[in-house]
């Protein structure tokens, strides 16, 4: 008789949790496939981490098993079939918390494995039955209203009394893991130099609009409305992160500007001056997040004359809208999302354009992206289909860096047939395309280099038809006092010229804020050491420094997308709040550090 999906999951996890509690290391690895591949967020390496291999698989479990005692592994619905491959939920117990994940079989063995961290036990999130009572029934003299308590703790926080964890960044990253944080009742202060919450997205050109959609886009605890537009503009945005703050009670001091940081060995803390409202003041948390955007420091080249250009010149940053440049002439130098987003945005007001495209650059229809890569967990067919933002998160995690290429080549294979026509009109005009090092398209761009791609919103059409006009394979050379003499010769008169050249590591910040042995200590971030271009190996298994220990005691790194700002806040939360509380977490499997800055 033919075993169903759902036996074989459960079957395989039955002998899975045997195994484990005998200790028999053997027995576990013959569960697995020699090709396969366990991916810990926090639940058994207090880290971020992939094992990739029996062997390795071994060695974490030789290492952690005993501490980590897990237990109670239990299928969660049942299991399906597709392409010889079963895939199962579970959740399962260890010694401290409780824990979901996600188990992939071929031919009866593990193929791939994904357990996290969702609670600690006795340090749940106040929530459904746990939820605060909120009304103090009964007398009581002299009580504090929830007002009250609320404009105390704002008082009294970073003043008298210290946080416990101090993020510096208060855009969506900074939030996120604030409200994961108030949940779990850490005391935390988000420190941002806007004077609003959401004004890193207000203070942005006028047309700038989300390219990721909804469904993929929520905060969390608090998902958009259902009527919230697929693409949200950028003050819609703002505004949204700024009602967050506020309803997430979350204390977050905005027109402040971290001014420096060190760490006091000795105390085990961090001493941290920033200005607030004009005023000095040193916070001294314990836990030091950075979360100022996944691509950290704006990269501005140095270019022979750029003192002398006598026109407006700016990096991608801090471009503040086309209105202004209405019949001038720009240049644009770079050629991925900022660039076209900004092109487009000047050639609708007016202004003749050229983009400089120094190498080759991912595009990526937002239709055909929408539809093919991103719909089948981010999308209202998948709402109706019952996967939930946190179902497709975690399914999102459960496919190990390693082999997520080869989940995603098939989809950019389709896109190229799709698109062809628009492919085949860039390169007519001059365009370098291309889909990857190995034709795995923009996420496994994104995730190895964080740049070379542009999310097409109209702006190849401009392109394609000659609107926004091209140099391409070309460089600056040098600036004038009203144009730019490119490499091969040629010379463009400009009036505007925007850099749109991307953005240094993250620990560019800590170079400025703490110290460049700090963050060289701590070494580059992002990047996966798949050796492809922008990328060098050797191979880390995870994003460099991302939501775990870095190799500074007490330093954090937080960002990326809304997605991984929602998801990943997760797992950063539990690893501060499981240290505020004394909890054990011995670090397995920490990476070394290969690249600086």
Known sequence: MMIT?????????????????????????????????????????????????????????????????????????????????????LTFETGVARGRGHLRLKDGRAWTLLTTMTELKGHEEKTGERRAKGAEHG??????????????????????????????????????????????????????????????????????????????????????????????????VGDWLEMYTKVMELNYWSSTEAVSARFDEGKKEWEVLVRRNGEDVTLRPKQLVFALGVSGFPNVPKIEGAEDFQGVQHHSSKHPGGEAFAGKKAVMLGANNSAHDICADLWENGADVTMIQRSSTHIAPSESLMELALGGLYSEQAVANGITTDKADLTFASVPYKIMHTFHIPVYEEMKKRDADLYERLEKAGFMLDFGDDGSGLFMKYLRRGSGYYIDVGASELVANGSIRLKSRVDIRRIKANSVELSDGTELPADLLVYATGYGSMNGWVAQLVSPEVADKVGKCWGLGSATTKDPGPWEGELRNMWKPTAQENMWFHGGNLHQSRHYSRYLSLQLKARMEGIPTPVYGQAKVHHLR
């Open 5 to 89: 999906p759902t036996q074989a999951a459960a079957g395989w996890l039955e002998e899975f949790g045997v195994a484990l509690k005998s200790n028999d290391l053997d027995a576990v690895a013959a569960l697995f496939q020699e090709d396969c591949y366990w991916r810990d967020l926090v639940s058994f390496t207090w880290n971020i981490k992939t094992m990739e291999g029996r062997q390795q698989v071994r060695d974490m479990l030789a290492a952690r098993l005993a501490d980590t005692a897990p237990s109670n592994w239990r299928l969660e619905g049942d299991a399906t079939e597709a392409d010889g491959v079963v895939d199962a939920w």
């Open 139 to 236: 007398v009581q003299k002299g009580r504090l209203s929830w007002l009250e308590k609320r404009q105390q703790e704002e008082r009294e926080l970073g003043y008298s009394t210290q946080p416990y964890c101090l993020i510096i960044g208060g855009g969506q990253g900074g939030i996120a893991l604030g409200a994961r944080l108030k949940r779990l009742d850490v005391p935390t202060i988000i420190v941002e130099r806007n004077p609003r919450a959401g004004d890193s997205w207000r203070n942005r050109y006028k047309s700038l609009c989300l390219h990721d959609p909804v469904w993929y886009d929520h905060l969390p605890y608090l998902p958009f409305p259902d009527d919230w537009p697929v693409f949200a503009p950028k003050d819609k």
